[in-house]
């Protein structure tokens, strides 16, 4: 009987406006782990790398690709360096993406994604980093924006320099453009939550993050970007459900950052736990309802959406007429 074929190698994306403090960030949470176990493909804009070396010393294996955004010039050689390195004997446990601050994360995991078809390696997060001490200059950027928005974790950065009034507009900022996503703060590139000090202590956390219900404060009406959120109070059908995910959803193919929630399905007595990155949705069981009020609720983030008739589509997955349409 032929060997089961090794589990994929987790690939986690760090990406965050230039200078937003990614490489600070990396270059803590490689400290904490043997050296053997991490290896990391840096994306420098310039023909010449400078985050490739600080990070160097710290990993199993590192690959510079510079010259060009691995979210278009040069996105062959991202898959070429994912392949290499989830091929490599041993494999590391995990392999980084620090992403130049100029590239958009569309692209990017397009190219995971579709190498990742080959089972060598698969997405596990997305952290988008922000410079938490000017966070209204994300108004100013769309990419930035963008970058938010298919973030899974946020971490504010540089929180140090800001008084608590500060650090509560930040996180409503970042709610305004992404209310799936899981806000922390950081200084000089350490969590400031201990419990949260390494990567998969914040990964791992992230998985948990779905019981707090966000009010999600309006994006700026000069941005197309838009996250809301979708409620029933109640459970859903199975199969109306499918069909929301497949059909209603599946019109905003290509505008959809992330798609994140829970979700009590008729019959079905767990969690019904439900991530999506762009048109690709992954839907595990979590833990079981017991006693708890079984509510459904849907955080989608993307462009170009039709809130009204997607609010009317989740509330027909119950069957009947109870719903609401979250802020």
């Given at each position: 009987m032929?060997?089961?074929?090794?589990p994929p190698?987790?690939?986690t994306?760090?990406?965050?406006?230039?200078?937003s403090?990614?490489?600070?960030?990396?270059?803590?949470?490689?400290?904490?782990?043997?050296?053997?176990?991490v290896?990391?493909?840096?994306?420098?804009?310039?023909?010449?790398?400078?985050?490739?070396?600080?990070?160097?010393?710290?990993?199993?294996?590192?690959?510079?690709?510079?010259g060009?955004?691995?979210?278009?010039?040069?996105?062959?050689?991202?898959?070429?360096?994912?392949?290499?390195?989830?091929?490599?004997k041993p494999?590391?446990?995990?392999?980084?993406?620090?992403?130049?601050?100029?590239?958009?994360?569309?692209?990017?995991?397009?190219?995971?994604?579709?190498?990742?078809?080959?089972?060598?390696?698969?997405?596990?997060?997305?952290?988008?980093?922000?410079?938490g001490?000017r966070?209204?200059?994300?108004?100013?950027?769309?990419?930035a924006?963008?970058?938010?928005?298919?973030?899974?974790?946020?971490?504010?950065?540089?929180?140090?320099?800001?008084?608590?009034?500060?650090?509560?507009?930040a996180?409503?900022?970042?709610a305004?453009?992404?209310?799936?996503?899981?806000?922390?703060?950081a200084?000089?590139?350490?969590?400031?939550?201990?419990?949260?000090?390494?990567?998969?202590?914040?990964?791992?956390?992230?998985?948990?993050?779905?019981?707090?219900?966000?009010?999600?404060?309006?994006?700026?009406?000069?941005?197309?970007?838009?996250?809301?959120a979708?409620s029933?109070?109640?459970e859903?059908?199975g199969?109306?459900?499918?069909d929301?995910?497949?059909?209603?959803?599946?019109?905003?193919?290509g505008?959809?950052f992330?798609?994140?929630?829970?979700?009590?399905?008729?019959?079905?007595?767990?969690?019904?736990?439900?991530?999506?990155?762009?048109?690709?949705?992954?839907?595990?069981?979590?833990?079981p309802?017991?006693t708890?009020?079984?509510?459904?609720?849907?955080?989608?983030?993307?462009?170009g959406?039709?809130?009204?008739?997607?609010?009317?589509?989740?509330?027909?997955?119950?069957?009947?007429?109870?719903?609401?349409?979250?802020?």
């Open positions: 032929p060997a089961a074929p090794p190698v987790p690939v994306v760090v990406t965050g406006f230039l200078g403090g990614k490489t600070t960030l990396v270059n803590r949470w490689l400290a904490s782990v043997p050296r053997g176990d290896a990391v493909i840096v994306n420098e804009h310039g023909e010449i790398g400078i985050d490739g070396e600080l990070l160097a010393e710290r990993v199993s294996a590192l690959v510079e690709i510079a060009g955004c691995v979210c278009c010039s040069t996105q062959a050689e991202l898959v070429s360096a994912l392949d290499s390195l989830a091929a490599s494999p590391p446990k995990r392999i980084l993406v620090e992403t130049s601050g100029a590239a958009s994360p569309a692209g990017v995991l397009r190219a995971i994604s579709a190498s990742a078809r080959r089972g060598a390696h698969a997405l596990d997060g997305i952290v988008t980093v922000v410079d001490s966070v209204d200059a994300l108004a100013e950027h769309e990419l924006i963008e970058q938010v928005g298919y973030a899974d974790v946020v971490v504010l950065s540089r929180a140090d320099r800001c008084e608590p009034a500060a650090r509560t507009r996180r409503d900022a970042v305004a453009y992404n209310g799936a996503a899981f806000a922390v703060t200084a000089h590139g350490e969590l400031e939550d201990p419990d949260l000090a390494t990567l998969e202590a914040l990964l791992d956390r992230r998985r948990a993050d779905f019981a707090p219900e966000r009010a999600i404060p309006p994006v700026h009406p000069a941005h197309v970007y838009e996250s809301f979708l029933l109070d109640g859903v059908d199969e109306r459900f499918a929301f995910m497949e059909t209603e959803l599946g019109r905003f193919a505008r959809l992330r798609t994140k929630g829970i979700v009590a399905v008729r019959g079905v007595p767990e969690r019904m736990i439900v991530q999506g990155v762009a048109d690709l949705v992954e839907v595990t069981l979590g833990e309802w017991g708890s009020p079984r509510t459904s609720r849907l955080v989608v983030v993307g462009f959406l039709d809130r009204e008739a997607l609010a009317h589509a989740f509330t027909a997955c119950a069957g009947r007429s109870e719903g609401r349409q979250g802020s």
